[in-house]
């Protein structure tokens, strides 16, 4: 008869998990603070670039929903300069822009747009929103990874602050979206390389 080998009691690995942000003091001098630091100023210099860039993308505009659309989120960009600056205040940081090469790229490609479209099509009006929302996915990523490093890094209020910017973004983008799918999209099918409707 073979005996059975008594069962091994195992004891369960030890979990290391970081501490709760809650529970989290600040950590205010280490190297992913300064990059923290770094990508605010980075999304500081954005958001400055585009309260220049978004009058040009109405003035391109021909749809006058898409006029009002940028009109309304220039103001609202001008609300999110004055937010980051509030981010800086809370950790003790002077609000300082440094030029974001990705923002810049982009609204670079939006100008093309709109020097490669005729002036009063759908069709450019769906250039200036598929550039738009260029810009509001990298604002989406960008603000949802800071917010994320602003609450493992302890500053919750920071990351509630750019939690709400983060929400805002994500609404213009749908936004953009039901402005096109509405009408634009299929108003531009029906235009010629011309530009004149069919």
């Known amino acids: 008869m ?29 190297r992913l603070a300064d990059f923290f630091k770094d990508e605010l100023k ?10 220049k860039t978004l009058p040009k993308m109405a003035r391109a505009a021909s749809s006058t929903q898409l006029k009002a659309a940028f009109t309304a989120h220039l103001e609202l960009t001008k609300t999110h300069v004055t937010r980051l600056d509030e981010v800086f205040a809370l950790l003790n940081t002077k609000p300082q822009a440094k030029k974001c090469e990705a923002m810049m790229g982009i609204t670079k490609e939006g100008e093309g747009i709109i020097e490669e479209t005729e002036k009063n099509t759908a069709t450019r009006d769906v250039g200036l929103i598929l550039a738009a929302q260029k810009v509001e996915h990298y604002e989406i990523a960008t603000y949802g990874g800071l917010a994320q490093l602003a609450s493992t890094l302890g ?29 634009i999209n299929y108003e531009a099918t029906t235009e010629t390389v011309a530009g004149k409707k069919k």
């Open 2 to 30: 073979i005996k059975k080998s008594a069962s091994k009691k195992t004891t369960p690995a030890k979990k290391t998990t970081a501490t709760p942000p809650a529970t989290q003091t600040k950590v205010t001098d280490s």
């Open 42 to 51: 980075d999304i500081y210099w954005a958001e400055k670039h585009l309260v």
């Open 155 to 183: 500053h919750q209020e920071a990351s509630d602050i750019l939690q709400s910017i983060l929400f805002e973004e994500k609404e213009a983008d749908m936004q953009l979206t039901g402005i096109a799918v509405k009408d």
